[in-house]
Every structure is written in structure tokens, then in C-alpha cells.
């Protein structure tokens, strides 16, 4: 499975950003991946910011995003999204999505997970 990010950029303060992750490759199965959005600022280790199951009507967030993001997914487009908004400072870092193949739930943890992308930067600058 491969997985491509795109969606990140240059942002003020409040603003917002819609990230996308195309997975290609084994894809007959993507329904039945949970997927799930990491990020890593400089300096700093991996963390989860949100998964979701495999159906799409599952999820979990980190703390600091259970209010300004929603993740989601189009199982038809092999696509899973990140709408990130009130975006703050400390959200500037590379976004990452992962899959794992084994599980159709979702997963905070990054262990759990055995594809991963090569990430998008997010900058939130005024």
C-alpha cells in the first residue's frame, strides 16, 4: 500500500486546511484498513492526532484536536481526509497518514500501523 498526503501549506493563526491521503497499491481492501493521521514537528516525536475505522463511522482524536479537526474518509476514492481549522502554532509540522491493514478499527497508537506516508508540511505563521 502506498500513500501519498497532500493538503498542507501556509497558514495564518484561525486559519484552516483540508488534508487528503490517497492510498494506491493494495486498495481491493481499503475499507477494511483502519487509517489514522500522525504529525511530528521539528524536534519532536511522532503523535497521533486522529483515526478512523474502516466503515468511516468510528474515530478517535488526540485532545488537542477533537474539537478543531474531523477526520473522514471516502472508501470509493481510496481517500481518507483531515479538516484542520482554528489552527493554532503548535500545529505547524509535518501531517503523516498511515494505514493498518490488520485492523478495520481504528488505532491511537503508531505501532499499530504498517504503511506510512511520506507526510505534508503544515505552517501556521503569522
Known amino acids: 500500500v502506498q500513500l501519498q498526503a497532500s493538503g498542507g501549506g501556509f497558514v495564518p493563526p484561525g486559519g484552516s486546511l483540508r488534508l487528503s491521503c490517497v492510498a494506491s497499491?493494495?486498495?481491493?481492501?481499503?475499507?477494511?484498513?483502519?487509517m489514522g493521521w500522525f504529525r511530528q514537528a521539528p524536534g519532536k516525536e511522532r503523535e497521533f492526532v486522529a483515526a478512523?475505522?474502516?466503515?468511516?463511522?468510528?474515530?478517535d482524536y488526540a485532545k488537542f484536536a477533537e474539537v478543531r479537526f474531523t477526520i473522514s474518509r471516502d472508501n470509493a476514492k481510496n481517500t481518507v481526509y483531515l479538516q484542520m481549522n482554528s489552527l493554532e502554532l503548535e500545529d505547524t509540522a509535518v501531517y503523516h497518514c498511515?494505514?493498518?491493514?490488520?485492523?478495520?478499527?481504528?488505532?491511537?497508537?503508531?505501532?499499530?500501523?504498517?504503511?506510512w506516508g511520506p507526510g505534508t508540511q503544515v505552517t501556521v505563521s503569522s
Open positions: 498511515a494505514a493498518d491493514i490488520n485492523s478495520a478499527w481504528y488505532s491511537p497508537h503508531l505501532r499499530d500501523y504498517d504503511y
Open positions: 478512523i475505522s474502516g466503515t468511516g463511522l468510528n474515530w
Open positions: 497499491g493494495r486498495t481491493e481492501m481499503f475499507s477494511r484498513y483502519g
